[in-house]
């Protein structure tokens, strides 16, 4: 099946300052989301994100798919970004969604 | 905003035990979904449902798990006899459109049920 790879794994930020992550992907995809899972368990809908770029407040992602990555940026974190974030994709030869292994965040005061 | 929910929020149950952990999807969507995520690993698709069946199921989808949508409303996640390794969060989604293809496919999530297998 496809590969899915985040990184970096655990990330250590400063509250305030501006973080990249990065999902890999293996194969050709129809569908790719970003999670934030929050320190309950649940699993935050950032971005619907196939292809190209969006923005919501202090967060935006990009999706190449031609290269096959997707980055999301944070900037001016705050604590309450905390958590894993999870990128999910759908392969184009297949119809059920891939997790990454996510990002730890954890932000500091 | 629509969102979907999950039922119950934390579930303990004792080993051998039947569970059925119910969902309620966004009222216009018609494919379902059903994952799990064991404590500190990846979320694992499990199960989707289409039109009264199931139209994938993954390798952990085995027989002691089944999907129902008993009503027009709920989408159900039945184990028969839990196990140990059971105990996960459950997660089920539920989407507009399929995930094959091209049409707009964004997943919705509910906020899980936290399934403590004793």
């Known amino acids: 099946g496809i590969q899915v790879e985040q990184s970096p794994p655990d990330l250590i930020l400063q509250e305030g300052a501006n973080s990249t992550l990065r999902c890999n992907f293996s194969?050709?995809?129809?569908?790719l989301q970003w999670f934030h899972q929050n320190p309950w368990g649940q699993l935050i809908n950032l971005f619907y994100i196939p292809s190209g770029t969006k923005q919501n407040g202090r967060l935006s992602a990009t999706t190449v798919a031609t290269e096959r990555y997707s980055l999301l940026y944070i900037s001016s974190s705050q604590t309450t970004d905390s958590g894993v974030y999870f990128c999910?994709?759908?392969?184009?030869?297949?119809?059920?969604?891939?997790f990454g292994t996510g990002t730890s965040l954890t932000v500091i005061p | 905003e629509p969102e979907v929910t999950q039922t119950p929020s934390h579930q303990v149950t004792q080993m051998g035990q039947e569970v059925i952990l119910r969902c309620v999807p966004i009222s216009n969507h018609l494919y379902f979904y059903w994952y799990r995520q064991i404590l500190g690993q990846k979320v694992e698709f499990l199960v989707s449902f289409y039109n009264n069946e199931i139209s994938e199921k993954s390798e952990i989808f085995d027989d002691q798990f089944s999907v129902e949508r008993p009503d027009g409303s709920n989408f159900t996640l039945k184990i028969r006899s839990t196990k140990l390794e059971d105990s996960a969060m459950y997660f089920c989604?539920?989407?507009?459109f399929g995930m094959g293809g091209s049409s707009y496919n964004e997943q919705f999530f509910g906020p899980g049920t936290r399934l403590t297998v004793l």
């Open positions: 999910a994709v759908v392969p184009n030869t297949g119809n059920q969604f891939y």
């Open positions: 194969d050709s995809v129809n569908n």
């Open positions: 989604a539920s989407s507009e």
